[in-house]
């Protein structure tokens, strides 16, 4: 097996950061057409993953993720404009539901799409201030989540724990108290290195979680639990330490954290926890 | 990014598993334990040879040092069909995977052919005197001295835990030759054999049983050795030490990784349907994908460390779950009658409770757990000093 980026991956993940710096400035719709543009809903499950994880990093506010990770795996096509799907049987807080112009419905006789506008999707507040969910009626669906769905989830956590570690990197060189920058106290250093492993572990398992469902491996749906349980682990570890280290300064809106800690906290709560995913990989 | 080998490795390693069809010896089967990690049973003596004569010890290498000049992932492969076997190629893993194998880096042809060699064919084992009781984690601050004169260095002074020094030929240990040069400079590195007088090994228990006996104390007394024996540049022990680490911990996590895919093996009856369970396979699986990023060219050796605390850290947490989930089944402990495993030095079908308190070994030898999380953040992290 070859577990190391190939030179065109790579080069793919430097145009995802290029492209993503140039348009931070851009309004959502604008950013979506460059999305478009660039043909990165059509990229294959590794490719997918990488963007994501960029898309994550920056706490991206595009239906970028249910689009090419819900809807396109349930229908096997990408939708006019943006879509989501509803597959987890109660049709409580599906992402991008009250935005997307096509949505994939998991029923028992198979996938119907219907259009966003014809559903009425009730969206519901949360703490994260980009992210879209919405119930909607949808009592009598079959339950299957894609393995890309989850695997989607999990790279998008992934990109935004390596911000937050970032974050905290960049914080912990700079402020200092004792006379000293926090960074070169033990206590400090070891978070941050415990830290490092858990966003080494969980990417990982994101991108090997990709890469069997790339070569449709028999292992793929164990090792979407596996992607999607680590992701959360992940971000629970980095969360906690991540808000923490940066003292009261964290607890602001005004500061860029809050974003990513929520961003990866909702990759964890959609589409079941880290807890939920080791108990369906025992049974995988 | 692929999941599927390529045909070289493949080939390779179905040519390596048709070898151990052929020539696993049927003693293998037989229960006899060793005595410490450089002690080799007669017929693991042979086993070894067999492997060396046939390049199959060390694949990486030339011929003439036991191998076939195999590629990186062709060595995982060898390495990752002994394990799914059980098998050990060596009973004297620091011989083999770190003394040998630093030998062949910083050695000259002479101490290649003297001692690399017959280490690699298991007829002299080797031990490694590193830590001292006062250079723990702090290995730098090392004090056994050695004094050159003409031809023959002087060494007096004290190692300590050194794993199976009491049954090892040859020592390869560090030393400070210039007391004035700052910390790390004015080490070197000797190879001292242990027959030399004025040597005296003192072996000692671990955790497991008075009688379990690797640990040694080791005590040089106006020892002399001849200046061939220097390893590397004279001053330059640190540079052959952190080559030393590198081989030891790569030897460690790949270890890692057998003793957790034997954890997946044997806590599969009290960890199925329990979520621990499940995080101990997703550790191997994770542990095992980052070894595998690990050998693309270029890779920053510190990203060792992130395998190291990660393997070891998990075979801990791994052990102590499966101890809880047996509860009082833990306790009785069949480590003296129990059968001794398919060419496994470890004894681990020990009890639960013996595991987990071995599973410490991995997370203090070789640096511990903090030392590894001190470089990922200051190497990998650029954290200050
Ligand atoms: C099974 C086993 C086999 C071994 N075999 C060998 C061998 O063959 N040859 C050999 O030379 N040595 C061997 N060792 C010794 C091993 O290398 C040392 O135990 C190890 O380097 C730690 O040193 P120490 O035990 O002196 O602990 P110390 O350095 O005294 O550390 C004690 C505690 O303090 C912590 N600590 C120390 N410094 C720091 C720091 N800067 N920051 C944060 N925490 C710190 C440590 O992490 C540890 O928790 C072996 C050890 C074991 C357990």
Known sequence: ?284 | MKLADDHEVEEFRARFSAFLDAHLPAEAEARERSRSSAHVPDWARRWQRTLFDHGWLLPGQPPEHGGQGATLPQQLAHLEELARRRIYHSFNPQGLGIIAASLLTFGTEEQKRRWAVPILRAEITAALGMSEPEAGSDLASLRTRAVLDGDTFTVNGQKIWTSGAHDADVLLAFVRTDPEAPKHRGISALLIPTATEGVVRRPFGSIAAEDDLDFNEVFFTDVRVPRENLVGPLGEGWRVANGSLGHERTLLWLSYAERLEDLVRDAADVGAGQEWYATLRMDLTALRLLGYRQLAPDRDPAEISVLKLLGSEAVQSASLHALEAHGAEALPHPARTGPYHHLNNEVFVSSWFERYARSFAGTIAGGTSEIQRNIIAERILGLPR
């Not at chain 1, 939708?79 to 989501?84: L, Y």
């Not at chain 1, 935005?99 to 994939?104: I, K, L, Q, S």
């Not at chain 1, 974003?259 to 959609?270: P, S």
Request: proline fraction near 5%; aromatic fraction near 6%.
């Open chain 1, 1 to 284: 097996m070859e577990f190391e980026l190939d030179e065109e991956q790579r080069m793919l993940r430097r145009t995802v950061r290029e492209t993503l710096a140039k348009v931070r400035a851009l309004p959502e719709d604008r950013r979506w057409e460059t999305y478009l543009e660039l043909g990165w809903l059509e990229a294959p499950p590794l490719e997918l993953a990488l963007i994501l994880e960029e898309l994550g990093y920056t706490a991206d506010p595009t239906p970028f993720l249910a689009t090419a990770t819900w809807f396109a795996p349930l229908t096997g096509r990408l939708p006019e404009g943006s879509g989501t799907a509803v597959f987890d049987g109660t049709g409580r807080y599906v992402l991008d539901a009250d935005r997307a112009d096509e949505v994939a419905l998991l029923t028992p006789d198979g996938v119907t799409v219907v259009p966003g506008a014809r559903l009425a999707a009730e969206r519901v507040a949360v703490l994260d201030p980009n992210l879209h969910v919405a119930h909607v009626d949808a009592s009598a669906l079959a339950v299957g989540v894609p393995d890309l769905a989850l695997t989607g989830l999990a790279a998008t956590a992934v990109g935004a724990c390596r911000r937050i570690l970032d974050l905290v990197l960049e914080h912990v060189k700079q402020r200092t108290q004792f006379g000293q920058p926090l960074g070169s106290f033990q206590a400090v250093k070891h978070k941050a290195a415990d830290m490092h492993v858990a966003v080494e572990r969980a990417r990982a398992l994101t991108h090997f979680s990709a890469l069997t469902i790339a070569e449709d491996d028999p292992r793929r749906t164990e090792a979407a639990h596996m992607a999607k349980a680590a992701a959360g682990e992940c971000q629970r570890l980095v969360f906690r330490h991540g808000l923490q280290l940066f003292g009261a300064m964290g607890f602001t809106w005004e500061n860029e954290l809050q974003l990513h800690l929520k961003r990866a906290q909702v990759c964890d709560l959609l589409l079941g926890t880290a807890s939920a995913h080791r108990k369906a990989l025992l049974t995988a």
